[in-house]
């Protein structure tokens, strides 16, 4: 099917110009001046479908590259699906994810992998690869990470905390970063002192603090700092880059800043819920509602200045991008086994349907612009995992992987309004969007239009990755 998406300014990274997008089959075949003819015919009349974008944006489809739909954790399991997150996922303008595949100690990097492979085959909507959680380091995983590379996975997690489920020590990131600096693979951290946020934990609830706000607390700014000081130490050491994920404390973002100055190869990701969210309204919300904000890193204090500095940093490029580290846990029957116990709460924010939305409600207020916007959704999210040139842009031969974005268009956001995620709650009700998802685009097939859903479990691909653009 051959498509023209007319009459709308499509937007890049780097500038915007009024333009037609032809789409041919499942890729981009043209972006042409408006109204441009075809052999002298009109091309609005010579192809299957036109898309009137007229007053809207044209962008490329937004790549989330931080999602873990199905991931087990803290006794239960994340509650979307990649049926249900990459639905949501679509319907908010998001045409690939980058989810996670796990090994703890004693298992196999690639029984873990296959076993993710397993989970989103034939359910996703939109397209979709995988990281490599790398939760027990050892002679046989620093083994099988050779063969990563050849199964299009070339980045890999690591964990500063959660001892006992993924945690690595520093004698451990420190193989594994030099292996990495040797396969040319990325190496993406989370950055918080585990053990030492163990014993704050201990310490908090024998004096019963135990509500949600108190895992705020106990997983203070300070152990997320140090602890991106040391990834960036030891990445410093072995020549590994570095990219760290979910930062929230802005000291952190002062660490990843001093390293880019002196010439470090280190990147920082913030999501959604550290520019909007905060440990005193959400986390400290009344009775156990603050359990749905329990993600980890935590919420910040807005005293203390961590959301503007986020949005500064976005500006500033000391933070390169924005995903939402997706891993939802509904309330009853999940997010409940916390009662009375902060640290029994499983960590996580639903966000995927919503990412685009809330980052272009930033573009409204002035924190970043236009083309920031897009920068920091799609265009460096694809050059940082090595899928430029076939995602995050529109270009003669990318993925037709498209949105039509309407900027006098309006979204409440509500688990009663535009909410498709598989949760009971919704951690951004009430939010007011100025502007608003009007088609989206994956491969060619319209998935959401202003008749609504039309993707299908099935339709999504798995993306083999190319090596990072931010390699040296």
């Known amino acids: 099917m051959t498509t023209l998406i007319t009459g709308g300014t499509v937007v890049s990274a780097t500038g915007r110009t009024q ?6 089959g499942e890729t981009i075949a043209a972006v042409l001046s408006p109204g441009s003819t075809l052999l002298g015919h009109d091309l609005a009349g010579s192809v299957d479908r036109v898309v009137d974008a007229s007053g809207k944006y044209v962008i490329p489809g937004g790549i989330d590259a931080h999602t873990h739909m199905e991931l087990p954790f803290g006794g239960t399991a994340a509650s979307d699906t990649f049926e249900t997150g990459t639905r949501a996922a679509a319907w908010g303008g998001t045409t690939t994810i980058v989810d996670f595949a796990v090994q703890r100690a004693g298992e196999r990097v690639q029984d873990g992998l296959a076993a993710w492979h397993a989970k989103a085959a034939g359910q996703c909507a939109v397209d979709y690869s995988f990281h490599q959680i790398i939760g027990g380091v050892d002679a046989d995983s620093l083994a099988a990470m050779d063969s990563l590379v050849d199964e299009g996975i ?39 002192n585990g053990p030492a946020i163990d014993v704050l934990v201990e310490q908090l609830l024998a004096q019963g603090k135990t509500d949600p706000y108190y895992h705020g607390v106990a997983r203070a700014w300070q152990m997320e700092a140090e602890a991106t ?44 819920q550290y520019l909007y969210l905060s440990l005193e309204e959400h986390l400290g919300a009344p009775g ?31 933070l390169q991008m924005v995903s939402t580290d997706h891993c939802p846990f509904c309330m009853k029957g999940q997010k409940e086994l916390g009662v009375g116990d902060f640290s029994k709460i499983p960590n996580g924010i639903g966000s995927v349907e919503h990412r685009m939305d809330l980052m272009y409600q930033g573009v409204v207020t002035g924190e970043i612009s236009l083309e920031r916007w897009v920068e920091i959704t799609s265009t460096t999210p694809a050059r940082m995992f090595g899928m430029y040139g076939r995602k995050g842009v529109i270009a003669p031969g990318a993925d037709a992987d498209v949105v039509v974005y309407d900027p006098q268009g309006h979204t409440s956001i509500g688990l009663d309004k535009t909410h498709h995620m598989n949760l009971d709650h919704s951690a951004w009700e009430g939010f007011e969007i100025d502007g608003h998802v009007d088609v989206v685009l994956s491969r060619g097939s319209v998935l959401v239009d202003e008749a609504g859903y039309h993707g ?14 931010y390699l040296i």
């Open 19 to 24: 333009a037609d997008v032809l789409v041919d």
């Open 154 to 192: 070339t980045s890999f997690k690591l964990f500063m905390a959660y001892p006992g489920v993924f945690y690595s020590d520093d004698a451990q990131i420190l193989r594994a970063m030099q292996k990495s600096a040797d396969l040319g693979l990325l190496t993406m951290m989370h950055a918080e």
């Open 229 to 272: 000081h040391r990834a960036i130490m030891l990445g410093n050491l072995t020549g590994a880059p570095l990219y760290v994920v979910h930062v929230s404390a802005k000291q952190a973002v002062e660490q990843l800043a001093i390293a880019r100055d002196r010439g470090q190869n280190v990147f920082g990701e913030t999501c959604p």
């Open 288 to 318: 156990f509602d603050g359990a749905k904000y329990v993600c980890s890193t935590p919420l910040r204090s807005r005293a203390e200045g961590h959301q503007d500095h986020m949005w500064q940093g976005l500006r500033t490029n000391d």
């Open 456 to 469: 299908r479990p099935g339709h999504g691909q798995f993306v083999k990755r190319g090596l990072s653009q």
